[in-house]
């Protein structure tokens, strides 16, 4: 319809929904770590300041999670909907690790219902804080399930195949196939991170508008140290999922990399182009790096595009969502490091207006980074579905009424898009943090509490 393949609308339609659906999961796995993290230091150190950050940080929150459960039941829905083939094939593999996702969402919702209105419950403010944890361990048991399917679809493992058919299934040596511990450690820590670095974004902004809050000076400096870990933690990430690619999917690494033959001192293509003979034009080169991220070694040998058949081969242009997807990862890492010189160092002023754009534009641009990560894995899988077994024309459905599905779910996400924005802007709007410090936790108002347990 309207000159588009049912593939292509197919493809599409998914990734838009898995793209919109990334802002939210990440979301809901970065956050309750900052929210636990923020109230065990307001505890440990008596200060308000920590608590109150735990406080609003768990009301934008709970408004991120309602959105991702919907776009996180479209993506259910469009697996049967859009991909009846794979499901037909591989829906009895998958279906332990959807169905453990699903009750790590449960459990993660249900302490945080109790966790949001028991505040001010308890006589030992450490017994709410430990309410934070199964947040925490939920929503990253969460992405540690749904990520295991997306693995399995890169390393299928776990069953036999009879007939065209998967036999003697086993679901847990499929969830824990040979992608899982890269591709879960790198997921987790860049949700991490990105979580981190959007919460530093807004309280740098707000420390430009209003000009020195003490509150959100705070906020800034527990939100940029928990970056530079992370960062340094997905930095550890991304090279071992380098090294995973160099072993296990040689052909999504050398198509991310321009590196079309074998050959031992691979050099690390950056950026360039490609001219009409698949020559790299106008890139930074980095002698013998890339045979160094690949296995450890800067002369080993690293195995070229050609070597697969050109039918199997991944787009090229997938080399910008990897080096994009790097580039971000380097900027957050080098600016939160130079806030945290700039932080110990008395003479130099951490608040500096460039600085702190610096960490403004730094949130956008790590959520941009977990979509292009996605877009590189995905896109560097085709033409599978499932990688050996299944291509994505095999698992498409061949229903002419794709288009109007896409229309619809755009729809839906646009609403979503809007009422979520509208929602924060409610909870947030003409409520500033320092009258609610001084309401909350001034002396006369602590004395006035009752009802503890």
Known sequence: MFGFETVELSRALTAMTLLFHAIFATLGVGIPVLISVAEFIGIKKK????????????????????????????????LSLIWPSFMQLAGNVIALPLFMETFAFFFEAIFLGIYLYTWDRFKKPVYHWLLSIPVVIGGTLSAFFITTVNSFMNTPQGFEMKDGRFTAVDPLAAMFNPATPTKVFHVISSSYLTAAAILAGIAAFMILIKKGSLYHKKALKLTVTMTFIFAILTAVAGDLSAKFLAENQPEKLAAGEWHFETEEGADLVVFGKLNENNEVENAIRIPNALSFLAHGDFNAEVEGLNETPEEEQPPLWIHYMFDLMVSIGFYTLGLSLLFLLFAKVKKWNEHHPLLLWGIVLGGPLTMLAIEFGWIYAEVGRQPWILRGFMTVAEGATTSPYVFWMFVLFAAVYLVLAIGCLLALRKIFKGKPAEVELEHRYSPTTAAEKEGDV
């Open 47 to 78: 200060d308000p300041h920590y608590t109150l950050l735990a406080r609003r940080w768990t009301r934008g929150y709970t408004i991120t999670v309602a959105v991702g459960v919907v776009t996180g039941t479209a993506i259910g829905l469009q």
